[in-house]
C-alpha cells in the first residue's frame, strides 16, 4: 500500500506541475490579451468618443445605395433549414442591391426542391441555384468556387461588376442592416467582419450554450486586439463580407479557385491571405437603431457528437493542417496570434493533465483520511497552483463581462459552469481531429463533415 501511495504521490505531482506551468503560460497570454484591450478600450473612450458619438445604423447610407452584393450560401444536405432561410434574407433585404448564390449538389435532392421552391417565387430572380458537377460532400471550398464561378458568369451577362461577396451559411439569421454596414466599408477594406452571436438553445443550455461562451468573448475583445495590432484577421466564415476586387487578385493566382478546396477552414485561411496580400480586415460593432447588435445569428450544434465533430473540424484545420498550409510568416504580433489560433491541441493536453492530477490528489486525500500519512507538494507546486488558481478565477470573470455584455446576467452565471463543458468538448475534438489529420497524411482526403442544422421558427425572436 505505501508504494501505491507514493506512486500516486509522484504521478499526481508530475501531473499538476505540468498542468500548472501550462496553464501559467496560456494565462499569461490571456492576460496580455485582456490587458491590450482594455487599454484599447480607455484610449479610444478619451480620445475619440469623447469628441464623436458611435456610429449606429441611422447613420449608415439608406438601403440599396451599395451594390451590387453576392451572397454566397454553401448548402449540402440542408433540406431542413435553406428555404426559410432564404426567405428571411430576401424579407430583410427586399430593398437591398443583392443577389444569392446557392450551391447544392445533385444527390441532394432535398435541398435542390427547396431552393428551387425559392426562385419559383417572387423574389426567385435574386437568387440563382449554382449545381455542383460533382456529388456531395465535397468541401464547403469547392461548393463555394462553384459560387464564384457562377457570380463571374452573371457579371458577365449583366455587365456588372459586385461590389462585395459576403458568405453565409444555410443556417444563418441575418440582421437586415447587415448588407448596408458591408457595403459602406467594402471598398475601404479586405474583409469586413460582423460579430457572430450563437442563439441561446433552451433545449441544451450547456452545449450548445458553451458556443455562446466562446463567440461573445472572442468576438467582443479577441479580433478586436487582433484587428489593433495589425495582424491578419481571420474571416469567421458567415457575416463576412470579401472586397471584391482583392478576392478577384486572389482568384487570379490561384486559377480562379479564391477558396482552397482541399482546406476545411478555408474562410479562416482566406482571412490570414488577404492580410498577407497587404489588404486590411476589420471587425465592426455596431449597433442598430434598436440598439440590438448588427450581428449574424444562429444556432450552434446541441448535441455532444455534433459539437466534437465540428471543433475537431476547425481544430484540423486551423491548429494542425494550417500548421502546415500557413506557416509561421510575418510580423511578431502576425506569428503571436498564429500562435494562439494553434495551441488548441496543447491546451487540450494540459487540461487533461489537470483533471487527472486533480483526480489523483483526491486519492491521495482520500488516503491521508484513511489514515496513511503522505507527504507534502513539492516546491515551487503550491506557489504555482496559487497563481494559476487566481489566473483561472480572473479569466472566469472576464468570460463573465462579456456574456453579460452580450446574452445578460443568467447566461454570464451559467458560463462559469458552463467552462467544464466546454474543456471536455475540446479534449474530445483534439482527439478525434487527431485522428483525422494522421489519417489525412495517410493519405485520406479531407471532406465536409457538416453537423445537423435548425433555423429558428417564426415565433422564435431573432432581434434582427
Known sequence: MGLALTAAELLRNELLLFAAIGLLLGGLDD????????????????????????????????????????????????????GPMLRACLHKWRDEDVHLFVGAYPNDPVTLERVRQVTAGPDGARVSLVLNP??????????????????RAWEQAQGREMLAVVLHDAEDVVHRDALRLIGLLAPRFGLVQLPVLPLASARSRWIAGHYCDEFAEHHGKSLAVREALGAALPSAGVGCGFNRRVLGRIAA??????????????????????????????????????????????????????????????????ALAGWDRMGWSGSWHERWMRLRDRRAALAALVLLAAYLGLLMAGLVAIAELAGRASAPLPWPLPWLLKITGVILGWRLLVRMIFVWRAYGWWEALLSVPRSLVANIIAMLAVRRAVDIYVRHLRGQRLVWDKTTHRFPDAAEPSRS
Not at 493566382?253 to 479562416?268: H, I, K, M
Not at 449574424?296 to 486551423?318: M, S
Open 31 to 82: 492576460l496580455a490579451i485582456d490587458g491590450l484591450y482594455a487599454t484599447r478600450r480607455l484610449w479610444r473612450s478619451i480620445t475619440i468618443y469623447s469628441r464623436i458619438a458611435r456610429m449606429t445604423a441611422c447613420d449608415l447610407p439608406p438601403p440599396g445605395r451599395a451594390g451590387p452584393i453576392a451572397v454566397f450560401v454553401p448548402a449540402w444536405d440542408e433540406g431542413e433549414v435553406i
Open 134 to 151: 460533382r456529388p456531395g460532400p465535397t468541401t464547403k471550398a469547392d461548393c463555394l468556387n462553384q459560387l464564384w464561378g457562377a457570380m
Open 253 to 318: 493566382a490561384r486559377g480562379e479557385l479564391p477558396f482552397d478546396p482541399d482546406s476545411l477552414t478555408e474562410d479562416y485561411e482566406l482571412g490570414l491571405r488577404i492580410g498577407e496580400a497587404g489588404d486590411r480586415g476589420v471587425l465592426v460593432r455596431m449597433r442598430d437603431e434598436d440598439g440590438a447588435l448588427i450581428a449574424t445569428r444562429e444556432y450552434f450544434p446541441d448535441t455532444l457528437g455534433a459539437a466534437v465533430r465540428q471543433k475537431a473540424r476547425w481544430t484540423v484545420g486551423i
